[in-house]
């Protein structure tokens, strides 16, 4: 069964403007039209969408944080992802039409069984959720956004791990026919394939989630079609997109940005206003479409769900 849950610290629906919801504007005037979003009328509407939820449990409450969503334009618009290109406003240009046909995920290491599977095989095997997520960049830029997947611990469980793994590391396809900058070799933006971790514990965390749309639609190319990871209270480069490869391991993965610049960019990469780049402050954040600053949330707002996974550790030493 395919259906959406929702947790009590997910931020509510209310904070929703109209076009912004993630219902398609001929869906949202037929649920506006009954005055009330009824679970059966929008489980009625989102089966047009592309991600086709079925029998979607979806239920409208009052929105205790005031947040706002950032529209499907604005987080579709302002990417980072270097095998495309560095230039984040044509990043969705030069993704335009790439070819996510017969994807396949190895899934390796330490696990009882490795696994090869297509993405749509895959994500037959879990429940979907809708989590609306705030999303925190290292650059000093955020947006909220309500994104659609299943959950990393319950891709872990059916990966069944060994006792013996610790981490989960994850790679993006290297591909030089799908993304240019892999093409550039010697003066490609960055080394690829671009890789990521977690430490066991955070990956198996609830918010952890493996995400395959955002606003009901299929996730778009430039948000790393067809599935990426999402760790809300991390950094945003922690949540590496178009995903290949998982592996488990009992080594800490040495990921991406780590490899570039290890004096600016660490493992672990918790959201934390208190530490700051060591070029620029993190205390504050632009919503994506604001053009004032807003400050930024200690694990971007997750402190009670994450904080923790690390008791007892130097966030300064382990940023
Ligand atoms: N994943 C890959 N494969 N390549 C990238 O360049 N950029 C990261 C992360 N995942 C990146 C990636 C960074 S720096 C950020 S902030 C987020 O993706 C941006 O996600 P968005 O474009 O969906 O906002």
Redesign the pocket.
């Known amino acids: 069964m395919k259906y959406l849950k929702k947790q009590p610290w997910e931020i509510d629906e209310n904070q929703v403007t109209p076009e912004n919801l993630f219902l398609n504007r001929r869906n949202f005037l037929k649920l506006g039209a009954a005055g009330l979003l009824s679970s059966a009328s929008v489980i009625e509407a989102l089966a047009n969408t592309d991600l086709n939820f079925n029998d979607l449990k979806f239920i409208k409450d009052n929105n205790p944080n005031n947040l706002k969503l950032n529209t499907f334009e604005q987080?579709t618009s302002h990417?980072?992802?270097?095998?495309f290109t560095t230039n984040q406003a044509k990043?969705k240009d030069v993704a335009k039409g790439m070819n996510t046909k017969n994807w396949m995920i190895e899934i390796d290491g330490l696990v009882e069984k490795p696994i090869f599977i297509s993405f749509d095989d895959l994500v037959k095997k879990f429940d979907i959720y809708e989590r609306i997520y705030r999303?925190r960049?290292?650059e000093g830029w955020s947006?909220v956004v309500p994104w659609n997947g299943f959950l990393l611990k319950d891709l872990i469980k059916y990966c069944k791990p060994l006792s013996s793994a610790k981490y989960v590391e994850f790679e993006?396809l290297f591909d030089e026919d799908i993304f240019p900058d892999q093409k550039s070799r010697f003066l490609a933006a960055i080394k690829y394939p671009?890789v990521e971790g977690l430490r066991m514990d955070e990956a198996m965390n609830d918010l952890s989630m493996m995400a395959i749309g955002l606003y009901g639609k299929n996730m778009p190319p430039?948000?790393?079609a067809p599935i990426r990871l999402i760790v809300p209270w991390k950094y945003?480069?922690k949540?590496?997109?178009?995903i290949s490869k998982i592996t488990f391991t009992d080594k800490q993965p040495l990921n991406t940005w780590q490899e570039q610049n290890p004096r600016e960019y660490g493992f672990y990469a918790n959201v934390n206003p208190e530490v700051d780049h060591p070029r620029w402050s993190q205390a504050k954040e632009r919503v994506l479409g604001s053009f004032l600053k807003q400050k930024t949330l200690m694990f971007n707002g997750y402190e009670n769900e994450v904080a923790h996974l690390y008791k007892g550790m130097d966030l300064r030493k382990y940023f």
């Open positions: 987080i990417n980072n992802f270097y095998e990043v999303f960049c290292v947006m993006t671009y430039q948000n790393g945003g480069f949540s590496i997109k178009s």
